[in-house]
């Protein structure tokens, strides 16, 4: 498992420039990986302030190259290429909450799924943990309000309060 970087400028001289080789060197392997596997145009620009000359990958010729290539397209399709990063986080969030309802949704369905089991065979409740009972009896409370306002409106005729309870019906006749 790999460690956690935390990103923050790195103080130390010596430790910033090792990491800066690092990370250069594994750019570069990306953009090496990304071009042929991918079979796409690309290159790598890197600048610092420390070293003398900038590094550019694959060759200067080719990055040339490559930039013209983006500089020639219509401006629309650069800039349906182009993603900055405000955009491609609220993409990526689009994406997440998602990927988060459908998650709740498929939870919803086998929690509902779980009370038809038990309804119909009581005895598996006991198998259940607490947290799946918690869920369970989460998912009931919710079903029972949805009944009880359900049938609040289907009582509630034209110019009766909304919050008057229906009357109970029991045997054929009301109970009030």
Not at 141 to 152: E, P, S, V
């Amino acid at each position: 498992m790999r460690k956690k970087v935390k990103l923050a400028y790195i103080t130390n001289n010596a430790a910033r420039k090792a990491m800066y080789k690092k990370r250069k060197m594994e750019l570069i392997k990306m953009v090496s990986e990304l071009r042929t596997l991918c079979n796409v145009d690309a290159c790598a620009i890197i600048y610092s302030p420390d070293d003398a000359q900038t590094e550019v990958y694959p060759s200067p010729l080719e990055a040339m190259r490559v930039l013209a290539k983006f500089k020639n397209m219509k401006e629309k399709k650069q800039i349906k290429r182009m993603r900055d990063r405000e955009s491609f986080l609220w993409q990526r969030i689009a994406k997440v909450k998602e990927e988060l309802e459908k998650q709740r949704n498929e939870n919803r369905e086998k929690i509902t799924q779980l009370m038809f089991t038990c309804m119909a065979a009581p005895n598996i409740m006991q198998d259940l943990s607490l947290s799946n009972l918690k869920d369970l009896s989460l998912l009931i409370a919710h079903y029972l309000k949805d009944i009880d306002q359900r049938m609040n409106k289907i009582s509630v005729g034209p110019g009766q309060e909304e919050d008057c309870k229906p009357p109970i019906v029991t045997e054929g006749r009301k109970v009030q």
